[in-house]
């Protein structure tokens, strides 16, 4: 079973707060990485694909990064707003097509 | 948003009680997925399916059957809930493999079951 972790668990910031986290990914078998955003009660919102090693992509104040050799990769959120609270989620996508997904990161921002 | 519904969205059930839920789409993709969400877990691969009446098995299939006579349509079935199958459950759809490179998945709005 592949492990696909994310830290930390959950996030307080307050708004106005830069934040970050992880997602770690086995570095083998690797096709892509995703990054789904997941408020509560709506569905699991894709945020971004990436596929080499080095790829940065960025969407307004959020951006991600992918390191596949040593198999991780990290979300960035700049000047957090309470708008931005939601789970973050990311997923490994092996060359067999499953999607694998971490556990999340809770992020909740206080006005 | 990818046009993708699941029916009902809330429901309460007693243990040994069969249920069915469905996820329905409107964009002809042709793999679809039901996938469970559990605090701590993130989300789990139960059952999926690559076309019409092509089903296999995910990570957690134990319990799940699931049926695909549609292309829009696939059902979730637990013969006999339990209440260790109280969660949030979501379809999703992708047309991996039809000149996508990876496999971008579109999740339905989640359907919560509580098994009492």
């Known amino acids: 079973i592949l492990n696909v972790e994310q830290s930390p668990q959950s996030l307080h910031v307050q708004e106005g707060d830069s934040t970050n986290f992880t997602c770690s990914f086995p570095s083998s078998n690797f096709y892509a990485l995703h990054w789904y955003r997941w408020e509560t009660a709506k569905s699991p919102e894709a945020l971004f694909v990436m596929t080499l090693n080095g790829d940065e992509k960025k969407k307004g104040r959020i951006s991600a990064t992918l390191n596949t050799k040593e198999g991780y990769s990290y979300l960035y959120i700049k000047g957090s707003q309470p708008e931005d609270s939601a789970t973050y989620l990311c997923a490994f996508n092996n060359q067999g097509g499953k999607l694998i997904f971490g556990q999340g990161t809770e992020l909740s921002v206080k006005p | 948003d990818a046009g993708i519904t699941q029916s009902p969205r809330h429901k309460v059930t007693e243990t040994g009680t069969p249920v069915t839920l469905r996820c329905h789409q409107t964009?002809?993709?042709?793999?679809m997925y039901w996938y469970r969400q559990d605090p701590g877990h993130g989300l789990r691969l139960i059952h999926y399916?690559?076309?019409?009446?092509d089903t296999d098995k995910g990570e957690v299939s134990d319990g799940y059957s699931v049926s695909r006579s549609k292309t829009e349509d696939f059902l979730l079935t637990l013969e006999s809930a339990t209440s260790s199958q109280t969660s949030v459950y979501f379809c999703?759809?992708?047309?991996w493999g039809a000149g996508k490179s990876y496999n971008e998945q579109f999740f339905g709005p989640g359907t919560r079951l509580t098994v009492l």
């Open positions: 999703a759809i992708s047309e």
């Open positions: 964009e002809n993709h042709r793999y």
């Open positions: 399916s690559y076309g019409v009446k």
